[in-house]
């Protein structure tokens, strides 16, 4: 028999007037590994807090065990479990020697990991414990999950970590929690099951619905007809042997609207099956103005990158081809980013046609003011016509309703959404994206995969999630000892 490890029944939080979470009952067992999903801002976050205490909300928290917990965001503490500190598992990570304070983001959440992994407890709560790790360290975390033994919750839009360590997903969803059997690749299979039953039962209720109002208007149009007739008669002199055929024409009347008024019951009660919106593809346009036609539209010929003392890049040659999809990866530090810079930026060794035109995301790129709306922000920067900048805010999963809200007013997640909207309706041919699935979650992941898919221009982009290089990328190129190597989507 499983053991219950945490238990919530009735569970309601909320945040000022706005009901984040409403959970009936909801339950977690000994060994379980459960993958926790959804998209901005719908409670992922909150949850873990409830079951670890640091939320108090309506109802019944039952834990049989104690919690060890990694926000995904804190400030590092060097102090905290330093006297149960695995300097091993330091060590494999690569978490350099330095002063704490002069680590990168990769290191912060390298170091904060190895403290929380570094004393056992029978439950584990993780929030999104991948973000700026690069695929070697995430690779390295993954491995030491599996070599963990007690309930481990974990909130994550990483697929390749989903599907490596989860027995089971919780997607959250306008404060409800469904539960899934398997990894990510298993409950997107129950998804698609999900959306064909649902495009099956609308189609059905469609065909019943069109079939009970064409016999409801055939019997009106029937009883109409009959009435007229028996008007007519009652206006004619009736002898008395014509009077039971007069009687038996109001009988046969009164039993056609009998019979449209019992149809048109069932059509009331006929349970009404909304279809789920689909989002057709986008097609962007080439605006003149950003027209290219060179085959290689960027270059590097005998490129040497240095970032301080240490050699990114040391003399060499490379061809981006045009409308390719170039991912550049290597791990936390090794120069992706300063590369891309330098692209920017045309540095020495750097060649680029002259008709070249950047639009750029970088990291951490989604800081917007001012009380302009979403809508008339984004058409003062793009020559593309309203009805395509709707679309690619819609794919985004900005609901028509939300166009009008100003700058202001958005969240993180919403700032950061439309800054990915704003690359896209800015004029350009080539596309340099740095890190964009920082930050946002698995629906916007997947939307942005197919934005940059349907783009016409080069695209290049940094990225550590393997799942996202492996869908968008035509060519990969790895950073490593100082040379740029093409990898294959295998080796990644």
Same mark, same amino acid.
């Given at each position: ?50 079951? /670890? ?8 928290? #039952? @834990? &049989?065990? !104690? ?7 804190? *400030? ?55 973000t700026h790790l690069d695929q070697r360290s995430v690779k390295k975390l ?37 539960? /899934? ?8 299979? #129950? @998804? &698609?099951? !999900? ?7 609308? *189609? ?81 346009p080439t605006p003149q103005s950003v027209e290219i036609h060179n085959k ?77 709306t979403i809508l008339s922000f984004l058409m003062k920067h793009t020559e ?109």
């Open positions: 028999m499983e053991n219950l490890t945490v238990k919530l029944t009735n569970i309601k939080q909320n945040f000022g007037a706005k009901e984040v979470l409403s959970i009936k009952e909801l339950s977690a067992y000994e060994n379980d590994r459960i993958g926790i999903i959804g998209e901005n801002g719908q409670g992922k976050s909150t949850l873990l807090q409830i079951i /670890y205490g640091d939320l108090t909300p309506e109802g019944t928290v #039952q @834990k &049989e065990i !104690e919690f060890n917990y990694f926000p995904q965001i804190a *400030e590092i503490d060097e102090l905290f479990h330093i006297d149960t500190l695995d300097w091993e598992l330091v060590s494999q990570f690569g978490i350099p020697k330095n002063n704490v304070q002069t680590f990168s983001g990769g290191e912060k959440s390298k170091f904060r990991l190895a403290q929380i992994l570094s004393t056992y407890q029978m439950g584990l709560l993780l929030d999104e414990p991948t993954v491995e030491e999950l599996r070599y963990y033994y007690g309930t481990l919750l974990f909130v994550s839009h990483d697929r390749y970590f989903l599907n490596q360590l989860a027995d089971k997903i919780w997607e959250v969803q306008d404060g409800k929690v469904a539960e /899934y059997e398997g990894n990510y690749d298993a409950y997107k299979q #129950q @998804k &698609e099951l !999900e959306e064909m039953e649902k495009r099956r039962e609308t *189609e059905n209720y469609l065909q019943e619905k069109r079939h009970l109002e064409a016999a409801i208007a055939k019997k009106k149009a029937q009883a109409e007809k009959a009435n007229k007739v028996s008007n007519k008669k009652k206006q004619q002199s009736i002898r008395p042997d014509r009077l039971s055929s007069s009687k038996q024409k109001d009988t046969v009347q009164k039993s056609i609207q009998k019979s449209a008024k019992s149809m048109e019951s069932r059509l009331s009660k006929l349970q009404e099956v909304t279809p789920n919106k689909q989002k057709t593809e986008i097609i962007f290689y539209p960027i270059r590097g010929e005998n490129l040497t990158l240095m970032a301080g003392n240490k050699m990114i890049l040391n003399q060499v040659d490379f061809h981006f081809g045009l409308g390719k999809k170039i991912a550049i990866i290597g791990d936390n530090g090794g120069g992706k980013t300063t590369l891309l810079d330098s692209i920017v930026t045309n540095k020495e060794g750097i060649v680029l046609s002259p008709k070249v035109v950047f639009s750029i995301y970088r990291q951490m790129d989604y800081k917007l003011f001012g009380e302009e593309y016509p309203e009805s395509l900048v709707r679309s690619i805010l819609n794919h985004l999963n900005f609901a028509q309703f939300e166009l009008n809200k100003p700058l202001s007013a958005l969240s993180g997640g919403e700032a950061t959404r439309l800054s990915i909207a704003l690359v896209f309706t800015r004029s350009s041919n080539v596309l340099i994206l740095d890190e964009p699935t920082n930050f946002i979650d698995l629906s916007t992941i997947e939307a942005l995969e197919k934005l940059m898919t349907n783009y016409k221009g080069t695209v290049l982009f940094t990225s550590h999630d393997p799942y996202f290089v492996k869908e968008v990328a035509d060519e990969i190129y790895m950073i490593k000892n100082g040379k740029l190597h093409v990898a294959s989507k295998e080796s990644i």
